[in-house]
């Protein structure tokens, strides 16, 4: 048996399309701000990616780069900016931040409703008890990848492979308002590999290179792998290649659908900020929510 290769590529492109279609019919142009502390390159390549996003889509961004040495009040001063800029619906502090800078107490000085990674303890708290929040991108994401194979999840048994606040936490809480049956599993879980052979939805999310082998997965299984690790090349080169926490040839012989990686999960993750966006501008100017990003 191979497994359907799960095309988040093509997944994310229509997505991109339906929300430029809402984009174009929205009296007022959504604005997302994008603000990157530090010159570390891979956070350089994600913010460049995220405006040419936003631009592709008719999302007006505002791009901010601080220094690494900036510090954390000048950082909160021009959140405190942008919280009351009536042209920006979004907000998004790219992570990781500089040491000397709080995390935390950057993510929850940002408007709640402008919060459109997810990250804010309102949309958190909101995204527990099953109520309208802004959600984390990559975790819906990895729903709307798994629901492209199968529609309704009621009755699976889903396992999620990390805990972290980013994917794992909330990706439990989406499973369960979709009626999945959800075990989250972590680096203490006893005998790790049996518990995700009981998976009818494996959720992989550790940041460990190919951790997942084909013998951990129950025949059949839907396996989204969140990882994005860079590995050497075997031919020896020096040059690196991405693969992710799943060994995905050995996956596509058990499993009944997987998502590679690149091309999976990653392209979804824009796609879904820009959702969030539009969600966020139609909430803050009382416009209705289209239907298209329900």
């Given at each position: 048996?191979?497994?359907?290769?799960?095309?988040?590529?093509?997944?994310?492109?229509?997505?991109?399309?339906?929300?430029?279609?809402?984009?174009?019919?929205?009296?007022?142009?959504?604005?997302?701000?994008?603000?990157?502390?530090?010159?570390?390159?891979?956070?350089?390549?994600?913010?460049?990616?995220?405006?040419?996003?936003?631009?592709?889509?008719?999302?007006?961004?505002?791009?901010?780069?601080?220094?690494?040495?900036?510090?954390?009040?000048?950082?909160?001063?021009?959140?405190?900016?942008?919280?009351?800029?009536?042209?920006?619906?979004?907000?998004?502090?790219?992570?990781?931040?500089?040491?000397?800078?709080?995390?935390?107490?950057?993510?929850?000085?940002?408007?709640?409703?402008?919060?459109?990674?997810?990250?804010?303890?309102?949309?958190?708290?909101?995204?527990?008890?099953?109520?309208?929040?802004?959600?984390?991108?990559?975790?819906?994401?990895?729903m709307i990848l798994a629901e492209s194979v199968r529609q309704d999840l009621t009755g699976l048994h889903?396992?999620?492979?990390?805990?972290?606040?980013?994917?794992?936490?909330?990706?439990?809480?989406?499973?369960?308002?979709?009626?999945?049956?959800?075990?989250?599993?972590?680096?203490?879980?006893?005998?790790?590999?049996?518990?995700?052979?009981?998976?009818?939805?494996?959720?992989?999310?550790?940041?460990?290179?190919?951790?997942?082998?084909?013998?951990?997965?129950?025949?059949?299984?839907?396996?989204?792998?969140?990882?994005?690790?860079?590995?050497?090349?075997?031919?020896?080169?020096?040059?690196?290649?991405?693969?992710?926490?799943?060994?995905?040839?050995?996956?596509?012989?058990?499993?009944?659908?997987?998502?590679?990686?690149?091309?999976?999960?990653?392209?979804?993750?824009?796609?879904?900020?820009?959702?969030?966006?539009?969600?966020?501008?139609?909430?803050?100017?009382?416009?209705?929510?289209?239907?298209?990003?329900?």
């Amino acid at each position: 048996m191979t497994a359907e290769r799960i095309d988040g590529k093509a997944i994310a492109q229509s997505m991109r399309e339906t929300v430029s279609r809402a984009v174009g019919n929205m009296a007022i142009k959504p604005g997302l701000a994008v603000v990157l502390v530090g010159e570390d390159a891979a956070s350089e390549v994600y913010v460049r990616n995220k405006v040419k996003a936003c631009e592709k889509t008719g999302i007006v961004s505002f791009h901010h780069t601080l220094s690494a040495e900036t510090a954390e009040t000048e950082l909160l001063l021009l959140l405190d900016k942008l919280n009351g800029d009536p042209a920006v619906h979004g907000i998004l502090v790219q992570l990781p931040l500089p040491d000397h800078i709080d995390a935390q107490a950057v993510i929850e000085r940002i408007d709640p409703e402008k919060d459109v990674d997810g990250f804010h303890p309102v949309n958190v708290g909101r995204l527990s008890l099953g109520l309208p929040a802004l959600e984390p991108c990559t975790p819906r994401g990895c729903m709307i990848l798994a629901e492209s194979v199968r529609q309704d999840l009621t009755g699976l048994h889903a396992v999620v492979l990390g805990r972290s606040n980013i994917v794992g936490k909330p990706m439990t809480q989406m499973l369960l308002a979709a009626n999945c049956t959800v075990t989250i599993a972590h680096s203490r879980t006893r005998d790790l590999a049996e518990v995700a052979r009981t998976a009818d939805l494996l959720v992989a999310a550790v940041g460990r290179p190919q951790m997942v082998r084909g013998g951990w997965i129950k025949p059949g299984a839907i396996v989204i792998d969140v990882g994005i690790n860079r590995v050497p090349r075997a031919d020896g080169s020096g040059k690196m290649r991405l693969v992710g926490d799943v060994a995905y040839k050995e996956a596509e012989e058990v499993a009944g659908a997987v998502t590679p990686v690149p091309g999976g999960v990653g392209p979804m993750t824009i796609a879904c900020l820009l959702r969030n966006t539009v969600i966020a501008a139609c909430r803050q100017t009382g416009a209705p929510v289209p239907a298209s990003l329900v």
